[in-house]
């Protein structure tokens, strides 16, 4: 459904809301639409979307129970929930984009897998995140913490811990920071054993933090078989640091057994970029393909430069390929 119009709205929901509603999808280009209270009493759906809503259920709405999917985005939560655990007992897929007023949305997903939220730092993620089942995760806040309210601090160990069963987890740089405040272990109290792909937004490993951060999950994820790094656009951190730790002896003293596939775009060509490329050729026996992307900003020279030194790079296995590929205009 697209709204064009609030006018009879009202009453084509609820003259769905009486026919045993499965999927409902809204999308709404105007201003925020108040969800009426018959969609809260569609206990059949399994398929829930809705775009630039206000969400505020009855107090007497117990939950979906037949709920299966659930994305939400430009949401505002607004304040009348009041704690309220709203149930979600079959939900296996939530994704929040964009939404306001999040700690309001205090829900129970015992079987929830699949997690993604963007741009909505709220309390409410940490319960999200002591969630068991979950397969896949991605989490961003695509604005450093401080611009944000209302969140509760959690260190890195913790948040893995959280994740037994995680395989594919998510991230931007920004939500990694949140994370690092306190310095972080080389080992974690549990390893992420089940973790195969690791992908990693709006990085800077000329940043020390986040290139500790990075470590620590390469070090605690014995069997990563795909690492994915999207560099961040600009840089503007002393790249000093990040390189002398890079080149320090045991600087990850750990063979990345299993991985497979890594791929590295936006590249400056940064000596901490570089030394994080030969860190991961030197301790990958089982690597087959190295994709590298420069940034669009690099000039022919230094995309020649960047190619020529990552060739001489050693490898630790002999069957990596490497691909170097020109950046999209």
């Known amino acids: 459904m697209f709204l064009d119009s609030f006018q009879?709205?009202?009453?084509?929901?609820?003259?769905?809301?009486r026919n045993s509603l499965m999927e409902l999808i809204i999308v709404n280009a105007n201003q925020r639409y108040e969800l009426p209270s018959c969609v809260f009493s569609c206990l059949e759906l399994r398929s829930l979307k809705v775009t630039k809503c206000f969400f505020n259920p009855p107090r007497?709405?117990?939950?979906?129970l037949n709920l299966e999917e659930l994305i939400l985005k430009r949401i505002d939560f607004g304040g009348r929930l009041c704690g309220t655990k709203i149930n979600l007992p079959r939900l296996k897929t939530l994704t929040l984009n964009m939404c306001t007023n999040v700690y309001n949305f205090n829900i129970k997903a015992t079987k929830l897998q699949n997690l993604i939220v963007i741009a909505c730092p709220d309390a409410m993620l940490l319960q999200l995140l002591d969630n068991r089942c979950l397969f896949q995760?991605?989490?961003a806040f695509e604005k450093p913490i401080q611009d944000f309210v209302g969140v509760e601090k959690m260190t890195l160990a913790k948040m893995l811990s959280n994740f037994p069963r995680v395989i594919?987890?998510?991230i931007d740089s920004?939500?990694?920071k949140f994370f690092i405040a306190e310095k972080i272990p080389k080992l974690l109290p549990q390893t992420i054993y089940n973790l195969k792909q690791l992908r990693l937004f709006h990085y800077q490993l000329a940043d020390l933090h986040q290139l500790h951060g990075a470590l620590c999950l390469l070090r605690n994820s014995p069997n990563l078989e795909t690492l994915c790094i999207f560099m961040a656009m600009e840089t503007r951190v002393d790249v000093g640091a990040a390189s002398n730790h890079l080149e320090s002896p045991n600087c990850l003293d750990c063979t990345l057994e299993h991985l497979k596939i890594v791929e590295m775009r936006h590249l400056k060509g940064s000596k901490a970029e570089l030394l994080f490329i030969k860190l991961l050729l030197a301790h990958s026996p089982s690597?087959?393909?190295f994709t590298i992307t420069p940034s669009q900003k690099t000039d022919a020279q230094k995309r020649f430069d960047i190619a020529k030194?990552?060739?001489q790079f050693p490898r630790a296995s002999t069957k990596a390929k490497m691909f170097y590929l020109n950046p999209k205009p």
């Open 8 to 17: 009879e709205i009202d009453q084509f929901m609820l003259l769905l809301s």
């Open 309 to 311: 030194d990552v060739m």
């Open 137 to 139: 995760v991605w989490i």
């Open 168 to 170: 594919q987890f998510n």
């Open 287 to 289: 690597l087959q393909n």
């Open 60 to 64: 007497e709405f117990e939950g979906f």
């Open 174 to 176: 920004h939500f990694l």
